[in-house]
């Protein structure tokens, strides 16, 4: 069974820059689409980007589009989320998690989906102050 542990959230003023990291570790890792959501109280959970082990295909939502990046480290078994430019938008619970279904990135659908990823991290808190 895949397992995923999420690090380096914090506190940060608007126009910098945080990089997260989720450690993953289990069987057939390499076989997973790996993404990072996003949820605050006031709203449903929301992509933010999707990569494959490969970084052969990466999507990311139009809201964080040219300021982060998503990367699989396959010597660390980490999956990165850079960070640039943030704004108070920003601010929420980032999520990493993994589905099964590598192929939906590969048909470029349904990976958005929060329904489609099955493991999922407890969640880092990243605030992004004005």
């Known amino acids: 069974q895949v397992q995923l542990v999420e690090s380096g959230g914090g506190l940060i003023q608007a126009g910098g820059s945080l990089r997260l990291s989720c450690a993953a570790s289990?069987?057939?890792?390499?076989?997973?689409?790996m993404a990072w959501f996003r949820q605050t109280p006031a709203k449903e959970r929301e992509f933010v980007a999707v990569?494959?082990?490969?970084?052969?295909?990466?999507y990311y939502s139009d809201s964080v589009k040219g300021r982060f990046s998503i990367s699989c480290d396959n010597a660390k078994k980490t999956v990165d989320l850079q960070m640039n430019s943030l704004k108070p938008d920003d601010t929420a619970v980032y999520y990493c998690?993994?589905?099964?279904?590598?192929?939906?990135?590969?048909?470029?659908?349904?990976?958005?989906?929060?329904?489609?990823?099955?493991?999922w991290g407890q969640g880092t808190q990243v605030t992004v102050s004005s």
């Open positions: 289990g069987r057939s890792l390499s076989t997973y689409a």
């Open positions: 998690a993994a589905s099964a279904v590598l192929q939906m990135l590969y048909n470029g659908e349904y990976y958005s989906d929060s329904q489609e990823y099955d493991i």
């Open positions: 990569t494959s082990w490969r970084n052969d295909v990466t």
